[in-house]
Each structure stands twice: as C-alpha cells, then as structure tokens.
C-alpha cells in the first residue's frame, strides 16, 4: 500500500520568492515519486518524476524536487516564483516493484503568487 | 487537436438519471483511468483499464460503471446519479512501460447532479 501526504492545503507567496511544497510518503517498497500541476480550467500535467536514477530531480518551468529516503520526503521547490506558477499541485507515488500499480494522489496544494 | 478529450466538458443533471461520460484519445495507450476531483480531496481513482479486455475497480467505485469500448474509447457511467457525485471528473491515459509512468489528463467534465 501506498500513500503521500501534503502539508497546507495552501500556500501564498510573492512573486521571486521561494517555492517550497512539501510532500511526504509511504510505501511499502521503494517508491517512485511524481508531481503534477493543474492551471485553472485544465487537467493535470506532469511536472517532474523520481524513478531511483537521481535523487535530485528537474522538471519543468524551473522546478525541482529532492528525495529524501530518510525523510519520506519528496518536496517541491522553486527558486524564484512567478505570478504563472499560481496552480494546484499535486504529490503522487507508486511502486516501483509492479507494472500494475496505479498512482495514489495527494489532496493537492493550492499555490498563490503575489505581485 | 487535444490527445486525451472528453464530452460532455459541463454537465447538469438530475438524481436518479442515468449519464455517461465519454474519453477518447490519439496517443495510442493502452492503459486508461477515470478520476474525480473534489475540492480537499485530491484526485481519487474510480476504474481503471490496461487494455481492452481489463477493467479493474479503483478507491471509488460504488455507482459507476465504465465500458472499454475499443483501445481509444473509455466511458464512465453513473448508474443513477445522486448529488454527492456532483464533481470534476478526468480521464487520464499511460503507456504500459510499467515503469514509472507518466499519466495524461483529459480536460475534465464538471457534473452537477441536482
């Protein structure tokens, strides 16, 4: 079984400021790990995935995640933010050891850039 | 033209109707997923197909129905709609790489049971 956890269901900051998204996982086999976006009005897109070849991933847009095993962790982070990336994201995990696992979601994280 | 589409995009309807909702794509994946999405709630999984001839239950299950019609076409039913299933609803597709897939979103069909 599998599932991830995202602290705040909201979270504002101003435009160039840091992004930091937090998500944190179990499993009960090494996981991989991805995020996704949703824009207002459209479905979801894939962000960026963790699949055990790096521990540091990039994505699109300027983000990027770390894995932390130690941690269960998986959060997301943008230098600096831009009034574009206000959107819901979401933390997803599956595992690794099945070509039949489906993905479990998080209940998302509402971002909100300020000029 | 959009890879993964859907119809209706808005639909409203009454308790007790039966509806269905229609996903179609051009990617060529065999492997096809119905959501819905409610507001703190994220994203939960209703059916899902890895080919034509596999239909498998997800979290949420009780009052839908889907049919693979064929490799491209994946159709969810509400049997006879309540108001708690007043929602937003994806499709989404992957390939079977079995290997961290990358799952592509329709734009969604936003039901409203009254």
């Known amino acids: 079984a599998q599932s991830v956890t995202q602290l705040g269901s909201h979270v504002s900051v101003s435009e160039g400021a840091l992004v930091l998204l937090r998500c944190n996982y179990s499993?009960?086999?090494?996981?991989?790990l991805f995020w996704y976006v949703q824009y207002p009005n459209q479905g979801l897109q894939l962000l960026l995935k963790?699949?055990?070849?790096?521990?540091l991933v990039k994505g699109i847009n300027g983000f990027e995640a770390e894995f932390k095993k130690s941690e269960t962790s998986f959060h997301l982070t943008k230098p600096s933010a831009h009034m574009s990336d206000a959107a819901e994201y979401f933390c997803a995990v599956t595992l690794s050891n099945s070509g039949y696992s489906t993905l479990t979601f998080g209940k998302g994280t509402m971002l909100l850039v300020s000029p | 033209d959009a890879d993964v589409t859907q119809t209706p995009r808005n639909r409203i309807t009454k308790t007790g109707k039966r509806i269905m909702l229609e996903c179609s794509q051009t990617?060529?994946?065999?492997?096809m997923y119905w959501y819905r999405q409610d507001p703190g709630l994220g994203l939960r999984l209703i059916y899902y197909s890895f080919d034509v001839k596999d239909i498998n239950k997800g979290e949420i299950s009780d009052g839908y129905s889907v049919s693979r019609q064929a490799q491209a076409k994946f159709s969810l039913s509400l049997e006879s709609a309540i108001p708690n299933q007043t929602a937003l609803y994806f499709c989404?597709?992957?390939?079977?790489?079995?290997?961290?897939?990358?799952?592509?979103f329709g734009p969604g069909t936003r039901l409203l049971v009254l």
């Open positions: 990617k060529g994946h065999d492997r």
């Open positions: 963790y699949t055990s070849a790096a521990t």
């Open positions: 499993s009960s086999v090494p996981p991989y």
């Open positions: 989404a597709t992957s390939a079977s790489t079995g290997f961290a897939e990358t799952q592509y």
